[in-house]
């Protein structure tokens, strides 16, 4: 497998292409480029392996479709939607025990308009959505002071839908918002010429990225939060 030195101009062109032209036969005549475009992203899987390692043993690292790696194959069969192909791919380091769409996560992807680099919690995931409402719940103030001292992530893209319903009682402001979220993404979007120009410093602005987002994977995952960011806090040092 290559070393990673990063996303070519001519997977966004790809992207871009497929976009346009989301159908079968161009994927057949096209498929040098999904080839290339893959072969980029088991290369950036295994670049961040130590570091994700380090910090998280837990974490899904293993570079094949259906593990880290996404599948470009959108599965129709229940959708009214019939373009054959996912116009996004992306790997994803998520908690092993569960599937790559079962659980939160972090991701490293690109569309035909940006990279984009964060974590998630899907719609779908009620049990994972509970859990971090009842860790905002009973450490309000471990979580809005998180949220503080990143300055509310302002130079990060901040994506999900709330719920019309009931406030959790007594919650300040931003714990109150993220509480009553029904889903996220949270993370940084990169134009496609800026992420071309990084190169292979791609993988430290994902490390940088998934450090400062992994407190919130741990209010969404932990079953003993405070003990975990304890840890985390440990290890810093040595991740930096």
């Known amino acids: 497998m290559d070393r990673f030195s990063g996303f070519s ?28 475009l893959k072969g980029e992203f088991k290369a950036l899987c295994v670049a961040l392996t130590p570091f994700l390692n380090d910090l998280d043993p837990e974490l899904e690292t293993e570079p094949k479709t259906g593990r880290c790696l996404g599948r470009i194959n959108r599965d129709i069969r ?10 996004y791919i ?7 025990s569960y599937g790559r769409t079962k659980v939160p996560g972090f991701g490293v992807g690109i569309t035909a308009e940006h990279c984009y680099l964060g974590t998630w919690l899907g719609a779908t995931m009620i049990y994972w959505r509970e859990r ?30 709330s719920f019309k319903r009931q406030k959790v009682a007594g919650l300040p402001p931003l714990s109150s918002e993220w509480a009553r979220r029904k889903f996220y993404y949270m993370g940084l979007l990169v134009p496609p010429e800026e992420t071309v120009a990084l190169g292979s410093e791609i993988v430290k602005s994902a490390e940088e990225t998934i450090l400062r987002l992994y407190p919130l994977l741990l209010f969404a995952t932990s079953e003993r939060p405070v003990a975990d960011l304890e840890l985390f806090r440990r290890k810093i040092p040595a991740l930096g």
């Open 9 to 36: 101009a001519e997977s966004f062109a790809f992207m871009r292409e497929l976009r346009d032209n989301n159908n079968t036969a161009w994927m057949a005549a096209n498929r040098q480029g999904w080839e290339r």
């Open 90 to 96: 992306d790997v994803m380091f998520y908690p092993k």
């Open 78 to 87: 229940f959708k009214a939607d019939k373009r054959p192909y996912n116009e």
């Open 132 to 161: 971090l409402v009842a860790n905002i719940a009973a450490y309000p103030q471990i979580f809005e002071k998180y949220l503080a001292e990143n300055n509310n992530f302002k130079d990060f893209s901040i994506d999900g839908e």
